[in-house]
C-alpha cells in the first residue's frame, strides 16, 4: 500500500515537473529512497543485524521526509501521500530499536 502511494505520488509530480531536468531529479530523489529502503530489509533479516538496520533507519527517514517536503513543488497530494510513509518509516525504526534495545548484542549472530 505505502509503495503504491509513492507510486502514485512519483507519477504526479512526474506529470507536473516543467521540464526533464525536474524529471531527472525526481529520479534521482526515489532512486535515493529506493536504495535506502530496499537496503533496511537484508541489514535486519538477511544478516540478523537489527542494530545496523537501525544505523540505516535515518537515511531512510530523511530520503522520504526530503520526498515529503520536496514533492510539494509539483503537487501537493503527491507530498501528502508520502506521509503514511513517513509514519510507517516512524513506527518500523521506533520498533526497530526496540529490538535493539532488548536483544543486544548482535556481533555474534551475524557470524
Request: charged residues 10%; positive net charge.
Amino acid at each position: 500500500m505505502i509503495l503504491g502511494l509513492a507510486a502514485w505520488a512519483f507519477v504526479l509530480s512526474w506529470d507536473s515537473a516543467a521540464s526533464s531536468g525536474e524529471q531527472a531529479f525526481l529520479v534521482g530523489l526515489y532512486l535515493a529512497k529506493g536504495v535506502f529502503h530496499f537496503l533496511w530489509s537484508p541489514l535486519f533479516f538477511t544478516f540478523k543485524r537489527p542494530d545496523w538496520a537501525l544505523v540505516e533507519v535515518p537515511f531512510l527517514w530523511l530520503s522520504v521526509l526530503a520526498l515529503c517536503v520536496l514533492l510539494r513543488d509539483w503537487s501537493v497530494l503527491a507530498s501528502w501521500l508520502i506521509v503514511p510513509y513517513l509514519a510507517w518509516v516512524n513506527f518500523a525504526a521506533i520498533q526497530n530499536a526496540k529490538i535493539v534495545r532488548l536483544n543486544a548484542p548482535f556481533a555474534k549472530a551475524a557470524g
